[in-house]
């Protein structure tokens, strides 16, 4: 992360974002180790507020339990904290990562129990897979890369060791100048992308693959509860990747990547190419509930005051 002024919550305090370092011994840097959140907070009519925060934390506390990490600290100190950093940083809209790790207090596998730290970061980060990607749509490929096993990572945590999975399949498909790849599971059904959940849309009705080894997304469960209020149906099942080239629409979603049409798979044209009207119409109704608009709900979002 590029040089910059601004602060950065860590452990209890607010510290300038060039001295939130830590030791080149700390545990999480040598073995993964550690939870995190994305989260966003948006601009809307009555200030910046954060979306979801408190199911962000709930997910960062659920990813520690699975690990058997102990937090320093508690939801409310959390949801406190990446209150503070929006607001120190004078941000109006921004991504916020909350980050938790083992300190440098003992190397070797068993992690040091009880040096836990955590930070939250905030910084403006624009659209994921670009202001384009989010109107047009984007190529994605199929990944050589499976999605973790449920028995090899613990796949309903949002780990940071999980991070080396999608950071091998998204620079295998950019490399081959895709945006973004698709992940199946150790089955070959699809499972998510790098870091989204998947959508298809056919004859009406939404499909997306149950949360067997794809994170239960967040974004994930506001568009599956936006396309309810539309009474569109929506059906969780196992999807194969046919399927996805003959959907007449599909779409990504994830707190960075928001809401993302996709338009073509492994050099299939899904549906029209573009935009699909129910991407549209979920795209829009999303934005209006990020941004505090017409429709949103209001126990979606923590105004930073
Ligand atoms: N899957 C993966 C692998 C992710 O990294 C993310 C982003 N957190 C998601 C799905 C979407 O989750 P959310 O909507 O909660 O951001």
Redesign the pocket.
């Given at each position: 992360m590029a040089d910059r002024d601004g602060v950065i919550w860590y452990d209890g305090k607010l510290v300038e974002w060039r001295d939130a370092t830590t030791h080149v011994l700390t545990h999480t840097l040598h073995y993964g180790l550690g939870v995190f959140e994305?989260v966003r907070a948006y601009e809307t009519p009555n200030g910046p507020a954060i979306f979801r925060l408190q199911d962000h934390t709930d997910r960062l506390f659920r990813s520690a339990h699975i690990l058997g990490m102990k937090l320093p600290y508690t939801k409310e100190q959390l949801n406190a904290a990446q209150l503070a950093v929006v607001k120190e940083n004078g941000l109006k809209s921004c991504y916020l990562r909350p980050m938790a790790f083992y300190g440098a207090g003992k190397l070797g596998v068993a992690p040091p129990v009880d040096d836990v730290h955590v930070i939250v970061a905030a910084w403006p980060w624009g659209a994921y897979l670009g202001a384009d990607g989010l109107e047009k749509g984007i190529r994605v490929k199929t990944s050589s890369f499976t999605r973790h096993h449920v028995n090899i990572t613990m796949c309903k945590a949002?780990a940071n060791g999980n991070y080396m999975n999608?950071i091998l399949a998204n620079t295998e498909a950019t490399r081959d100048g895709y945006d973004e790849a698709l992940l199946l599971d150790a089955e070959g059904y699809v499972a998510?992308?790098?870091?989204?959940?998947v959508f298809i849309v056919r004859k009406g009705k939404i499909y997306t693959p149950d949360l067997t080894s794809?994170?239960e997304?967040?974004?994930?469960d506001t568009i599956v509860q936006l396309a309810e209020e539309h009474n569109i149906p929506v059906i969780e099942k196992r999807i194969t990747r046919d399927e996805v080239y003959s959907a007449d629409e599909a779409f990504f979603?994830?707190?960075?990547a928001e809401v993302t049409p996709i338009r073509e798979l492994d050099g299939r044209t899904i549906g029209e190419g573009r935009r699909g009207p129910i991407t549209e119409l979920l795209q829009s109704r999303y934005f209006a509930s990020v941004k505090g608009q017409e429709g949103s709900r209001a126990e979606w979002l923590t105004l930073v005051k």
């Open positions: 994305g949002k999608s998510e992308g790098s870091g989204e959940n794809a994170l997304g967040i974004t994930r979603t994830g707190t960075a």
